[in-house]
């Protein structure tokens, strides 16, 4: 008998011949089937270059000078984290959860495959896809697929991805890949995100307990969301906890002493509302916008690095400035106006403040006339509003008295920067950004100047040769054309027949300055124009003897500019903000440097920094002195517009110029008296506290007992104390 007849002979052997046959067979085939489907025959496979630059929104952020992380522009909140700087007890949760194997499979663990068909058949779900099979699953479009066949190419696709990621990349690699690339809920993709919002530290700092809650967040984050359901967030965690302490990445006795511990959460959301510097924030990511369009990236996706010159410590007590003179202040113009409208009879600004809601917006699109929506806005509703004392208050108010209720408030603009440099240190732009979005630093946020504009007129009289010294007739001044323009001094003060100009600017003495523009001749206000366009003022500046009284509407950020000036030695450098852009890659895309301008000698500076320190030692400022002993030398300039509508005070040192404007959205609402409405009163306090807390910070200020003498000898008198003897002992304040 043959071979053949002898082994077909049997049925069972031709039965155990054809399962192998069609085993090997079933393999081939099926390996056939992989290798068809890595060479590309059942469509591209992704390139393995995303997932180190996936096809993700990656948010850009933006950082101090001194490093931290003032916010974000994103879509999706997502910011990438290396491998040391995740805790290893986020690998330790995750691995012991998701992939105990994950160190020792090829990408693929088909023992834990194998188990999938076991517990199907006592009914069971498990999943068995690997970290990095999860991380090939990434790259791939969610879709529902129309056939079974369409479904297994597509999950034998990222079998193959998988694997040859776990070729391409290492094992630490692959498990921060995939931690950067999950979305853990609260608006937070990425271990760095969810980390900051959930816990508000960094990912390397997470404990036990922690990681665990993440980790255990990943299998549904709504359902696990420790916020939305903290019963089943612990749960989870637990379930977590167990399987770390099951494969020995925990004791049982840390076990048992975490499982019992209730969540504890730092949670906070990121908000373009929140953090520090809001309003430059905001500023800055209008001008990256341009500046991404020009140049071919995405702010919210493309993950920039934007490195600024605002210090965070500066930053921080610049805000709390702010808050702790408008919040007595506020008291104060409320009680001021209490049983009375302070906007009068100009009711039109209610009108003018329905017209610019977004309510009012939304009800003319939806086709209301004008008599259905002041009937919606009568109409109480529920909403939140802003208070210093209770932070937001949830009440009920009809949406026209929410109108008139934010006309009360006082708004501000606060600025500084160093003026060697040009870098701007901190920018409030309001109170606050969630309630209050205008911006009242930036360019084309602009108030009258008052008195704070004065400097510039005697800058160029110093500039040409002018003594502090010299002593001006204290008269009415007449113009050639203007026959009806005749200012008089505040209050009717310091009406002295004559003083000398260091008199004049110490306390803001109007017909002083006057006589100065008619004595710089008939082109003085073209003049006075001409520099303040080096000092770095752009805004329209009318070419009139009023000029000098400050009657131009001028911005915060430019008024610090010029101010600068005189504390850089006549060389205006124009503020500077951001400092460079990085792309995801590290490379350097954008740097800024300063410009500068010789807007006037360095003898002239020196002669303007000792006028203005007169102010602050004698002057309408003396406050700055006496009451709140800032050290070192100091000079400044208050300024008040005549109805009290804004208050100014711009401050020198030799290392930091800042500046604050006061007053309310509408110049029609303001103060009634000069003890409230003057600048040396609504804004200079501000000034004040800012720079008490800045000089206190040796690492960040160095006080400088004078101010720095020219080299050259000067070629004017500035030494006239003969002259001064009564200002020297007057220190009742008065304004401009």
Request: hydrophobic share 40%; glycine share 8%; with cysteine.
């Amino acid at each position: 008998m043959s071979f053949k007849e002898y082994f077909f002979s049997n049925p069972y052997k031709k039965i155990f011949i054809w399962i192998w046959v069609s085993f090997f067979s079933g393999l081939l085939l099926f390996g056939s089937f992989i290798m068809m489907i890595s060479w590309g025959w059942f469509g591209e496979l992704p390139s393995l270059e995303e997932l180190e630059n996936p096809k993700t929104y990656l948010a850009s952020e933006i950082y101090s000078e001194d490093g931290v992380l003032l916010g974000k522009y994103y879509l999706q909140n997502r910011s990438n984290a290396g491998f040391n700087e995740i805790s290893p007890n986020v690998y330790n949760a995750l691995i012991a959860t998701e992939d105990i194997r994950f160190y020792d499979h090829p990408g693929i663990d088909f023992r834990g495959a194998s188990s999938i068909v076991l517990y199907a058949m006592i009914g069971k779900k498990r999943g068995a896809s690997t970290i990095t099979q999860q991380l090939a699953k990434n790259l791939f479009p969610r879709k529902k697929f129309d056939n079974v066949f369409n479904k297994a190419t597509t999950k034998l696709k990222e079998w193959v991805t998988a694997v040859r990621i776990e070729h391409s990349y290492t094992k630490e690699e692959i498990i921060t890949m995939y931690l950067n690339t999950v979305e853990f809920g609260g608006n937070s993709f990425g271990i760095l995100s969810a980390s900051k919002t959930f816990f508000g530290k960094k990912p390397i700092d997470l404990n036990v307990n922690e990681a665990a809650l993440l980790v255990g967040m990943l299998k549904g984050i709504t359902k696990f969301n420790p916020v939305r359901n903290p019963e089943k967030a612990l749960s989870r965690r637990n379930t977590v906890l167990e399987q770390m302490e099951k494969y020995s990445f925990i004791s049982k006795q840390t076990f048992d002493s975490l499982n019992s511990k209730s969540i504890a959460l730092n949670y906070q959301e990121e908000d373009h509302n929140e953090g520090l510097a809001p309003y430059f924030r905001e500023h800055l990511r209008m001008e990256l916008l341009q500046w991404c369009e020009e140049n071919g990236y995405n702010l919210y996706k493309d993950g920039l690095k934007i490195y600024t010159t605002i210090n965070s410590k500066m930053q921080l007590m610049a805000e709390q400035a702010v808050f702790q003179h408008l919040n007595d202040w506020q008291r104060k113009f409320n009680n001021h106006w209490k049983g009375r409208e302070p906007w009068g009879r100009f009711t039109e600004l209610i009108t003018a403040g329905v017209h610019r809601s977004d309510r009012y917006r939304l009800l003319k699109l939806a086709g209301k006339n004008e008599d259905e929506i002041m009937k919606e806005f009568n109409k109480p509703v529920r909403m939140k509003v802003f208070s210093y004392t209770r932070g937001e208050i949830d009440t009920v108010m009809s949406p026209l008295d929410s109108v008139k209720y934010y006309k009360y408030f006082l708004q501000c603009g606060f600025m500084s920067m160093d003026p060697r440099t040009g870098y701007v240190k901190a920018w409030v732009g309001g109170i606050n950004h969630k309630f209050f979005k205008y911006d009242h630093v930036n360019i084309n946020s602009k108030r009258q100047a008052g008195s704070t504009f004065k400097p510039i007129v005697y800058t160029l009289a110093m500039d040409n040769g002018w003594s502090p010294c010299f002593i001006a007739p204290n008269q009415s001044v007449q113009f050639e054309g203007y026959p009806e323009f005749d200012p008089q001094n505040a209050d009717g003060k310091y009406d002295k027949p004559e003083m000398t100009l260091y008199r004049g600017l110490q306390f803001s003495v109007n017909r002083i300055v006057m006589f100065l523009m008619k004595q710089l001749g008939p082109n003085a206000p073209q003049s006075v124009i001409e520099l303040a366009r080096k000092m770095g003022i752009k805004s329209y500046l009318p070419p009139y003897p009023a000029l000098a009284l400050g009657t131009a509407d001028v911005s915060v950020y430019e008024m610090v500019g010029a101010f600068s000036t005189f504390a850089n030695k006549g060389v205006f450098t124009e503020p500077v903000y951001l400092m460079r852009i990085i792309d995801k890659h590290g490379n350097v895309m954008h740097e800024s440097s300063p410009k500068t301008t010789e807007a006037f000698s360095e003898q002239t500076a020196y002669v303007m920094e000792k006028m203005l320190e007169r102010v602050t030692a004698h002057g309408t400022a003396a406050k700055i002195k006496y009451q709140y002993l800032i050290p070192g030398a100091v000079g400044g300039k208050t300024g008040t517009t005549q109805n009290y509508s804004d208050g100014w005070f711009m401050g020198i040192t030799p290392t930091l110029v800042s500046g604050c404007w006061v007053g309310c959205e509408d110049r029609a609402v303001h103060f009634r008296s000069m003890d409230l409405g003057a600048g040396g009163a609504m804004a200079m306090p501000i000034w004040a506290y800012y720079m008490q807390k800045v000089t206190a910070d040796p690492t960040l200020f160095k006080v400088q007992e004078n101010f720095e003498v020219p080299k050259l000898p000067l070629s004017v008198e500035i030494n006239c104390d003969e002259y001064q003897k009564e200002d020297v002992k007057k220190l009742d304040m008065i304004e401009e």
